[in-house]
């Protein structure tokens, strides 16, 4: 998944600009020896295990109680802007995803304990599935009772439109696991204007034999399809409702809470669904009345009032931004602070994307890579709660990490080695004054970390153009294939813990397409052949071949540069109960909150 917070910053541009911001503090007192409560990578393994599957009793609702939950109360919702999506089926970063677990179900869900554990469980699905044929085949039958925000019961046929709808150019920003599954690569080939003139996937590919039943039928085994239905990009749209374009701004709703004002860019209010039935829910609960999204609070607005808390601030949350940098001594150096503050070691990892289409010289692209000054970039979001330096492209989160892989040396020089970056950019010829454009997103953080990669670029002879762009569209921009850009901070987590959901949409050339998740457009036949063998591997098998792939994806091609690991650090106010770190959004526990 991609991660927003990598557009949401924070940050002062001059501190940073002079490589001077610390989150240390520089005089005597007791405010300076606050502990260290940052996450470190034994936190983050700890994501790493295997997601079991649930079955029928695991998947019945209501979910398990929150101690000491009351119902009642509202929820402020602090945002920056407006979300990047509100169609199920265009969820693809964070903040949509997060916003998905109020209003959105699938036939699966991701269910998660106290200590952080998943297991997948039947959402609008009595079980997480089950399979047949060596895999091949994949039933779900339906809940009873499953009704829309308008009464509307769910069938199969809604559960088909919703994949079928995923092959259409109304959908351009969302996932592709499971259609890719079903119908390769070209997938929008095989159905191109989805179900929208009454065409459909043959019944050998996906059936509905009746009302209640759902059954997937793929060429080879898919024993990920469970945690793939998990994802807020294949929740559920009633076929009766869909607006295709529209359906962004306007989504029905099977969750707890449904739309009820969007003022876009604005705000957006979120009151109960009475037709939410709890009994069918094994994750979600319904606690509060209702959340108000504010969405123009500015990350430093954001973290003064939580630091406040006083008024609606007592009721408040951060979505999925985070504690402002040039505030975090005064969070964390307080207690009474600093214990309404969420910390987790998140999935992403902030990487340099080059656009191989424009970025053609392998030299070059090292050149940058070396030269990037890591620490400092991980200064601007945060220091030690906001990341830490990245040696390679898979997190501390994946199984089989390798915390010693770090071919540019990034570790033993955290902040670039400009005299190697200097010396590739001379061998490769390039004239000084050469035009670089960067694209960045329009967020304190964006601001800062670019005023950092233009002293760079421009110290290797670049003539470097920011683009700013606005932090909503980021993604949807340079997954334009055409897009203007040569180079671009970007943010990826994995969808699950395995290396699959990194290497497979990020870096496979079947992904370069529009609105597709493969940013630099690399397209290396030895890559995709791995890919697809690695697949086939169970995941023991397969460890091997997908550290094989990293190295090769790292070392001998460079669509990307590896900068920082993804951290979080969130603040919410003294009247929110059931606040906890998430494991499956990387934020704040949206579904166990309440107001005391």
């Excluded at 409560?37 to 209501?62: L, M, R, T």
């Excluded at 065409?199 to 039943?213: E, R």
């Excluded at 290396?499 to 630099?520: C, F, I, K, L, R």
Aim: neutral net charge; charged residues 25%; contains cysteine.
């Amino acid at each position: 998944m991609k991660s927003l917070n990598a557009r949401t910053t924070r940050a002062i541009v001059i501190a940073i600009a002079a490589g001077s911001l610390a989150l240390t503090g520089c005089s005597s007192g007791s405010k300076d020896k606050a502990k260290d409560e940052s996450k470190n990578q034994k936190d983050a393994s700890s994501q790493s295990k295997p997601v079991a599957y649930g079955d029928a009793a695991a998947s019945n609702g209501p979910a398990e109680a929150i101690p000491g939950a009351k119902n009642g109360g509202k929820i402020t919702v602090y945002a920056q802007s407006d979300l990047t999506h509100m169609d199920p089926g265009q969820t693809y970063v964070s903040d949509a995803g997060q916003f998905g677990n109020l209003i959105t179900r699938g036939l699966t869900n991701f269910q998660e304990d106290a200590k952080g554990n998943l297991t997948v469980v039947g959402d609008v699905a009595t079980d997480s599935g089950k399979s047949s044929d060596g895999g091949k085949t994949w039933t779900y039958t339906l809940k009873d009772g499953i009704k829309d925000d308008q009464g509307n019961v769910i069938t199969s046929k809604d559960v088909r439109h919703t994949i079928e709808r995923q092959y259409s150019k109304v959908i351009f920003d969302g996932p592709t696991y499971v259609q890719t599954w079903l119908s390769g690569a070209d997938y929008r080939k095989k159905l191109p204007d989805g179900p929208y003139k009454g065409k459909h996937l043959p019944d050998s590919v996906l059936s509905t034999p009746d009302d209640k039943t759902v059954v997937f039928h793929f060429d080879t085994a898919r024993p990920d399809l469970p945690q793939a239905l998990a994802m807020a990009g294949y929740g559920i749209v009633p076929e009766k409702r869909d607006t295709k374009e529209k359906y962004d701004k306007a989504p029905a709703s099977l969750g707890p809470y449904k739309l009820a004002d969007y003022k876009a860019g604005k705000s957006l209010t979120l009151v109960k669904n009475t037709n939410w039935d709890p009994k069918t829910d094994s994750v979600r609960h319904q606690y509060v009345d209702g959340y108000n999204f504010e969405l123009t609070v500015a990350q430093d607005s954001q973290t003064k009032r939580l630091i406040a808390d006083q008024g609606e601030a007592k009721t408040a949350i951060q979505f999925t931004d985070t504690v402002d940098p040039a505030q975090l001594q005064d969070v964390v150096t307080d207690p009474k602070v600093n214990k309404r503050t969420i910390k987790g070691y998140q999935p992403y990892v902030w990487q340099m994307t080059y656009n191989l289409d424009r970025m053609k010289d392998k030299k070059v692209r090292d050149a940058i890579t070396y030269a990037i000054p890591s620490q400092r970039m991980v200064q601007a979001d945060g220091g030690k709660y906001g990341g830490e330096i990245a040696g390679g492209l898979f997190a501390p989160t994946l199984p089989n990490f390798d915390p010693k892989f770090d071919p540019f040396g990034k570790l033993k020089k955290p902040n670039g080695d400009l005299a190697m970056a200097q010396k590739l950019i001379k061998e490769a010829g390039v004239k000084k004054g050469t035009k670089l454009t960067y694209a960045y997103s329009n967020t304190p953080r964006g601001q800062a970390q670019m005023v950092i990669i233009k002293d760079t670029l421009t110290k290797l002879g670049f003539d470097v153009q920011a683009k700013e762009i606005d932090r909503a569209s980021f993604y949807e921009q340079i997954g334009k294939l055409k897009n203007p850009f040569d180079l671009y901070m970007t943010g990826w987590g994995q969808d699950w813990p395995s290396e699959g959901t990194v290497v497979t949409p990020v870096y496979d050339g079947d992904q370069v397409q529009d609105g597709g998740s493969n940013y630099s457009h690399i397209k290396d036949p030895q890559v995709d052949a791995g890919i697809k063998e690695a697949l086939k591997l169970d995941p023991a098998a397969a460890k091997s071949k997908w550290a094989e792939l990293h190295k090769r994806i790292v070392e001998e091609i460079d669509p990307a540069a590896p900068v920082y690991y993804s951290k979080s650090i969130q603040l919410f106010g003294s009247g929110i109960g059931g606040a906890k770190y998430s494991t499956e959004s990387s934020y704040v526990d949206i579904n166990d909150l309440f107001v005391k």
